[in-house]
């Protein structure tokens, strides 16, 4: 991967793929949840977290997020078998009735097995692989497509924004390794909002290209975080403008996939952005054909 804009096949669960790079991604949030931290409670029955999901496949996400455990800071924590009741019957009806590519949220290698039997092609852990290492093993045996997310979480962190996703992200990178996940596989994220203050998230995006070195593609996870709220003065209800400003950046900067929960206004945004990449290209073939 010479320039996070070349292809880059990513491979998943299933036989099923996604070419990034050349344009952005959108990956939906659908939180079964009661109390995740700005939609909890709205899709918490499987009926009503599949219709939302449809709809954001309709509004243009390619990829379906389910998650059954809240990450916010000072959430209740749930069981594996509270987390798996919430989210298995939602993976298996749409992979049942759609095409999408489901993507499962969670750090258990269990329940990251079990929905993948159910039909999930990515297995996203917020903790890097660091809290249940097995669960890389479990996207090996899979072929799981697997996002790796840097977190400050319960643990010491350096003060150089970028050197922490290294020293963190490194590690996370070679428990994949040991467990024979395929480097096509991965896509790294680096965790926006976790653990990190407003000045490092913000910082975090100004040198966003420094974190291509692992030459791997970026998801990026800004969507209604609190950094997002404090530069806007909106509450997390009220961010998806802000959120939609993050991903034309941050698509400009190269980030290949688009966590959100407002899929219709992140589309618009990355669809300037991406207008706009495209017409960058022209103008260079253009100059070195003169």
Not at 131 to 151: F, K, N, S, Y
Request: hydrophobic share 45%; glycine share 10%; with cysteine.
């Amino acid at each position: 991967m010479v320039s996070p804009f070349d292809p880059f096949r990513w491979a998943l669960a299933h036989g099923r793929h996604l070419e990034l790079g050349p344009r952005g991604i959108l990956m939906a949030i659908v939180n079964v949840t009661p109390d995740s931290f700005s939609d909890g409670g709205l899709f918490d029955s499987a009926d009503a977290a599949v219709a939302r999901a449809i709809l954001c496949l309709e509004q243009g996400a390619e990829i379906i997020d389910i998650g059954g455990e809240s990450t916010r800071p000072g959430a209740a924590a749930v069981t594996a078998t509270e987390e798996q009741d919430r989210i298995l019957p939602v993976i298996e009806a749409l992979a049942a009735t759609t095409e999408a590519i489901i993507s499962v949220d969670t750090y258990r290698a269990g329940t990251a097995r079990l929905a993948v039997a159910a039909g999930a092609h990515i297995v996203n852990d917020v903790h890097g692989l660091q809290r249940e290492p097995d669960i890389a093993r479990v996207a090996a045996e899979t072929g799981a497509g697997l996002c790796i997310m840097h977190t400050g979480r319960d643990r010491q962190k350096r003060p150089d924004v970028v050197e922490d996703q290294y020293l963190f992200l490194g590690r996370s990178l070679e428990i994949a390794r040991e467990a024979g996940v395929d480097r096509q596989a991965m896509v790294l994220d680096p965790g926006f909002g976790f653990a990190k203050e407003t000045d490092e998230n913000l910082e975090l995006m100004a040198r966003f290209g420094e974190l291509f070195g692992f030459g791997l593609p970026i998801l990026a996870g800004t969507s209604r975080k609190r950094f997002v709220g404090a530069v806007t003065g909106r509450d997390a209800a009220d961010r998806d403008a802000g959120t939609a400003a993050t991903t034309a950046l941050l698509r400009v900067a190269g980030a290949a996939v688009f966590r959100v929960h407002d899929v219709a206004i992140n589309r618009d945004a990355l669809a300037i952005a991406d207008a706009m990449l495209d017409a960058k290209r022209k103008v260079k073939a253009r100059e070195e054909r003169a």
